[in-house]
């Protein structure tokens, strides 16, 4: 999240008449004062639905629903606690939702359900709200959202789906039976969801002897790239694919590598291939002539293997999270997470110029402590002969990743107070540089 900045308390009026610093705030207030004393919930009852869709329309049409609190509170700092109420109803089960991919179905390969499905994530200094299905529905209606990365967004995009299948399930509406670009449009609230692909945001190529990848630094990945411009919203992640060997190209010429170990061939690490993959990807957004949209940049997710590596028999047997005092990112997790937050913020101040919004969803604190959210030996039969045997990389769902959904409304939700603060932050810039 954006430090809070204070705006002017010069409350003058400005050259062209109008109280620029004192507007946005008064109609945050009146925002607030709305959405405290009436109820918001949804789906409507049907005896009042003429006078609430009228309400609906002009809290929605004020820019204002985001405005719920105008404390700022950073959701990735934090500590996860017991559920206060741990017999409460899981928001949805594998019995429950069709999205769950099976070496994610954790439950339904014997792992007990008591104890990491029983916590809470609490950001210091604020309450984080639960996950209303109905609320992001409604935020989404006739909006196209797009989840690209790997895997891992992959894992998000089924746990998005199960959340909100309490309320509707969407219809699949993809272009092919290419499992790689996905699309589903939720009916009721004219909204579509994708996911699209890549593995390292740039053009990549895996070799022919498999394992090794050859990535080009400086081109577009236009799986991902020539799909922006039908978009509202893009959420964008990438991280534990920079993991394997790597052929780094630029101007089609082999610049460098990693873990290629060849005399001819400079080892320049796995951090430079991701950040300039980062770079590139946020050149891809800052360039498009059609994308007018809001990216958001979900940062690194660590995984957890402990005792050995993946493949040498690392495992993650833990039962419960890590507490934030005991438990520090550091290594190769703070590393990746480091050179995203750079190559972030370069884009966001680039994007400022351009009027394009860039935000951060920053989970990596929150999933750093929960060694106890992955799969393990629960993504499979234990007679079955998989290539990743204990799975300590992605995450079971139901499970922790639900949180990010969480994170992800609350941010939607705070976006009019945010962007209200901005305009007051850029015109207070504009005036102090004219005078």
């Given at each position: ?20 610093a ?5 109609c ?10 009436v109820p918001?919930?949804?789906?409507l009852e ?9 309400f ?11 405005i ?5 509170c ?7 606690i ?12 594998n ?21 990491f ?12 709200p ?14 196209a959202?797009?989840?690209?990365g ?15 299948s ?5 219809i ?59 978009l509202?919203y893009?959420?964008?992640s ?32 796995i ?7 980062f ?14 949209g809001?990216?958001?940049m979900?940062?690194f ?8 590596l ?6 993650c047997?833990r ?39 860039f ?8 999933m ?13 039969w ?17 499970g ?36």
């Amino acid at each position: 999240m954006m430090p809070h900045r204070q705006a002017s308390s010069d409350l003058r009026p400005c050259k062209n008449g109008k109280y620029r610093a004192l507007m946005p705030i008064l109609c945050g207030a009146f925002a607030l004062f709305i959405l405290t004393t009436v109820p918001f919930s949804f789906p409507l009852e049907s005896s009042s639905a003429v006078a609430a869709a009228v309400f609906r329309s002009q809290i929605f049409a004020s820019g204002n629903l985001s405005i719920l609190s105008v404390v700022p509170c950073d959701l990735a700092v934090g500590d996860w606690i017991p559920n206060p109420n741990p017999n409460a109803a899981l928001p949805y089960t594998n019995d429950t939702c069709w999205a769950i991919h099976e070496h994610l179905n954790c439950l339904k390969y014997g792992r007990p359900v008591d104890g990491f499905l029983r916590w809470r994530w609490r950001p210091d200094g604020c309450e984080l709200p639960a996950f209303n299905p109905a609320q992001f529905l409604e935020l989404m209606r006739h909006k196209a959202f797009a989840f690209v990365g790997d895997n891992i967004a992959r894992n998000h995009v089924q746990s998005l789906i199960c959340l909100l299948s309490k309320l509707e399930y969407p219809i699949d509406v993809s272009p092919s039976r290419d499992e790689h670009f996905k699309r589903w449009k939720y009916m009721s609230y004219n909204f579509t969801m994708t996911f699209l692909w890549t593995t390292h945001l740039v053009r990549s190529e895996e070799s022919t002897t498999g394992g090794t990848y050859n990535l080009y630094l400086d081109e577009f990945d236009e799986f991902w790239t020539s799909q922006m411009g039908r978009l509202d919203y893009l959420v964008i992640s990438s991280g534990q694919w920079f993991l394997h060997p790597m052929f780094f190209h630029e101007n089609r010429q082999v610049v460098g590598c990693h873990d290629c170990f060849l005399n001819n061939v400079s080892e320049l690490g796995i951090y430079h291939g991701y950040r300039k993959a980062f770079r590139t990807a946020f050149k891809a957004i800052l360039s498009s002539d059609s994308y007018k949209g809001i990216t958001y940049m979900r940062s690194f997710s660590p995984a957890h293997f402990e005792n050995g590596l993946w493949n040498q028999g690392g495992n993650c047997l833990r039962t419960e999270p890590f507490r934030s005092k005991d438990s520090a990112l550091e290594g190769m997790n703070l590393e990746f997470y480091m050179t995203q937050m750079e190559e972030f913020r370069r884009a966001e101040r680039e994007g400022r110029k351009k009027g394009l919004k860039f935000r951060l969803l920053d989970t990596t604190q929150a999933m750093w402590l929960r060694p106890d959210g992955h799969p393990s030996k629960y993504g499979h039969w234990p007679e079955e002969n998989v290539s990743l045997y204990n799975d300590c990389v992605h995450w079971c769902l139901p499970g922790p990743i639900d949180i990010w959904s969480d994170f992800l409304l609350h941010m939607l939700k705070m976006e009019g107070i945010r962007s209200a603060q901005e305009r007051v932050q850029y015109d207070h810039e504009t005036e102090l540089n004219q005078r």
